[in-house]
Nanobody
Framework: QLVESGGAMVQPGGSLRLSCAASGFAFSSYDMSWVRQAPGKGPEWICA????????QYIDSVKGRFTISRDNANNTLYLLMNNLKPEDTALYSCGRGWGVGISFRGQGTQVTVSS
């Protein structure tokens, strides 16, 4: 099971940190990703981190603004989002796996960026 939290409404330029609590599987054995879905659009993979937490990958539109990290001791995945833009508005969910290899995702947490 994956349960996201931390979503909120923020103004452009603001910051948020999302959390994803994992249970029911060996969290430290899996690569993990964040995926977002904007209103009226399909899911968009945005970043991933490997099992050990020492390799990450981002799409260009969030590179330099978002940071993915993980705490394997506490089975938690994080997404720190800085300098948020209106186009970042979406439902954010975490997924087990990397890119097209994601096997399942959580229900998501809503992020709205608006003035």
């Amino acid at each position: 099971q994956l349960v996201e939290s931390g979503g909120a409404m923020v103004q452009p330029g603001g910051s948020l940190r999302l959390s994803c609590a994992a249970s029911g599987f060996a969290f430290s054995s899996y690569d993990m990703s964040w995926v977002r879905q904007a209103p009226g659009k399909g899911p968009e993979w945005i970043c991933a981190i490997n099992r050990g937490g020492d390799r990450t990958q981002y799409i260009d539109s969030v590179k330099g603004r978002f940071t993915i990290s993980r705490d394997n001791a506490n089975n938690t995945l994080y997404l720190l989002m800085n300098n948020l833009k209106p186009e970042d508005t979406a439902l954010y969910s975490c997924g087990r796996g990397w890119g097209v290899g994601i096997s399942f995702r959580g229900q998501g947490t809503q992020v709205t960026v608006s003035s």
